[in-house]
DNA sequence: AGCAGGCGGGAAACCGCTTGCCAATCTACC
DNA sequence: GGTAGATTGGCAAGCGGTTTCCCGCCTGCT
């Protein structure tokens, strides 16, 4: 189907172009990739005419080797299976396709060593942007992230990170202690009195600021949070650690916050597999609302997060020369399903 | 605490560090990429030195100007948000890391157009291969895809597709049609007698086979799909669907077949919306077994594929210069949850 | 002691594309 | 008709690496 005269062998080049356009390479190039010089409409159509008979497409590599710099921006996420990044990264490459720009993405499985080392492996892409959404760790991080960071920034690469940021990287702030702190006055409007957090390991700034929000506001509804057990951000870690939980003894009535959606679910079957009902009997609540909230029953509590759009605008800042910093972060909004019922 | 003797602006190029390290560029070449021709250890010793003081990262762009091609694999799906995609991506994500690839992912939305578009752009890129899973429709493909293709292997990548394949590029098998059949096989087991499908619409393969299949098995169990109502591969598909499926009237006992579990989900949570009990009322089941499955009440049935396993094959399809396409296929599992009790 | 051969460093060509600069052609105005 | 100025091709020098040769030097064998 598309023999023409095929290219001697791999993909035609530009200089191929040019010769059976019978121009300078000087001129297909500025034809074919964004120049402001102008051509001559004779000799742009030619040029055009053979770039399709030969199926040109640039050489991305070349180009980037060219101009220095290139159409990539490169996102860093713990685990793409779970719901939340999946949503941020749909965010993340809407926006890029509307830039014009391809995404890479890498995988960080929450290990700070690794983390590092990808950011050193993508580093090498040159890419335009950075996104972090991976968890961050709070402040000394030994293993030298900020050291790499710079070092990108120092090459002329701009990094966003969606969460807590701090510091002189571009942050997309997401308002986790706000908005755990509603989510807490909302629970004790309810008529909960005794609550019990399934956090992720301190130090994790995300999970550390929503336990304290959500401390901050349960308590001035009059509520106590009894305890803060340490787990992880997974649904299998929300699951065991309710099941240690139940084993313990669960008084009927209490309320168990799930650092995340993804982790509260993995409550939520604990509970309902240790044969007790969530909600009257153990009440749930989550944070980020994922897409499955909605459909486990009974519906789960939670504070929604704009995921896609929270990887949109991540996007921009990764990418955007003059980026606003002073945007007013995403309303974040408190959603009561029946995981969490008014007590009587 | 990283400005030793930072180079005058941008990252360190090879040049710094030859330099630094006072030898030719071409030593310091072998001894930072591979390179079969062996350096002296001292030599060795003093370029690694340098690389590290100067935090030297290759440009991966100019690497593969000058090697021809990229350490790339580029991944197509139809949406990263849906679980489904997740799950497979992380597969990927997992083989790339080890065989040191880079992944690139672009979203098809489902449009065969953008489809086309996305192969082109990716091609620039020069990846060394290149995984379709958004789900291929039949045959046509009036929009050029194969042709696309065809210059993509033609530049000496390779293409894998996951899912139904066939043609000349690498296939990396999911046996659609047997897993429905013994789905249905065993639902007829069951006890079920009336089905209905939920398919996507005709011409995507992975649909037709499923509902093929199904019908097939459940058939010969003594079943009969009563309908099969064309929707979408999303969950509000399912949903909407379900909901005018549940207006139309639905006998109790009635089992709907959601051609994924995505779909199916969505079906659960309509019939549930609309006051009707998913299990001994209306039956559901799935297709994909995501993790979600677990979690909702009751178990959805399905049959098992595994995700990240699929995700993996597929990156060894693409990448591998001999791939062995006899392999057998991975293995599918029925998997019976409460969403379809026995029928007494 | 003499010579072949292997080892390994370095110069330079090249990968595909961009872009600064020069020069040729064209337009316009006096 | 001549000349200043504006256009717009094309040449060639990069961009940051890789890799082919070439060649000097060290071994080892006779």
């Known amino acids: 189907m598309s023999d023409t005269s095929a290219p001697a062998r791999?993909?035609?080049t530009l200089h191929d172009v040019a010769r059976e356009a019978g121009v300078s390479l000087a001129t297909a190039s500025r034809v074919l990739n964004g120049s402001t010089r102008k051509v001559a409409e004779s000799y742009r159509e030619r040029v055009?005419?053979?770039?399709?008979?030969l199926g040109y497409t640039a050489n991305l590599s070349a180009q980037a080797t060219a101009r220095g710099t290139a159409a990539i921006v490169a996102l860093l996420v713990a685990d793409i299976a779970d719901p939340y990044f999946g949503q941020l990264a749909a965010g993340v490459a809407r926006g890029a396709?509307?830039?014009?720009?391809?995404?890479t993405i890498a995988i960080t499985e929450r290990d700070p060593q690794r983390e590092v080392r990808l950011v050193r492996a993508l580093r090498g892409q040159r890419p335009r942007g950075l996104i972090l959404a991976a968890s961050r760790t709070e402040g000394t991080d030994a293993v030298g992230l900020a050291d790499e960071l710079?070092?990108?920034?120092g090459m002329g690469g701009r990094v966003a990170v969606v969460g807590p940021g701090g510091g002189s990287v571009r942050t997309v702030a997401l308002d986790n202690r706000g908005g755990a702190a509603a989510l807490g006055a909302e629970l004790a409007r309810l008529g909960y009195r005794e609550a019990i957090v399934v956090a992720a390991s301190e130090?994790?700034?995300t999970s550390d600021d929503r336990v304290a929000g959500f401390t901050e506001g349960f308590?001035?509804?009059?509520?106590?949070?009894?305890?803060?057990?340490?787990?992880?951000?997974?649904?299998?870690?929300?699951?065991?650690?309710?099941q240690r939980l139940l084993a313990d003894g669960l008084p009927e009535g209490t309320l168990i916050f799930g650092i995340s959606d993804v982790v509260a679910i993995g409550i939520m079957s604990a509970i309902r597999d240790a044969g007790r009902q969530v909600g009257a009997?153990?009440?749930?609540?989550?944070?980020?609302?994922?897409?499955?909230?909605?459909?486990?029953?009974?519906?789960?509590?939670?504070?929604h997060v704009p995921l896609e759009e929270l990887g949109y605008r991540a996007l921009h800042a990764a990418t955007d020369p003059e980026w606003d910093a002073t945007e007013p972060p995403l309303p974040l909004e408190v959603i009561v399903r029946g995981s969490t019922p008014a007590r009587a």
Chains 1, 2 share one sequence.
């Open 10 to 12: 791999g993909a035609a």
């Open 48 to 53: 055009e005419a053979a770039a399709e008979k």
């Open 97 to 103: 396709d509307e830039a014009g720009l391809v995404v």
């Open 150 to 153: 710079e070092a990108f920034a």
């Open 203 to 205: 130090g994790i700034r």
């Open 219 to 242: 308590g001035a509804g009059g509520g106590t949070v009894r305890e803060v057990r340490r787990a992880g951000f997974t649904r299998d870690a929300g699951y065991e650690t309710a």
């Open 281 to 303: 009997d153990v009440a749930v609540a989550g944070f980020d609302d994922i897409a499955t909230g909605r459909d486990v029953r009974p519906g789960l509590t939670t504070v």
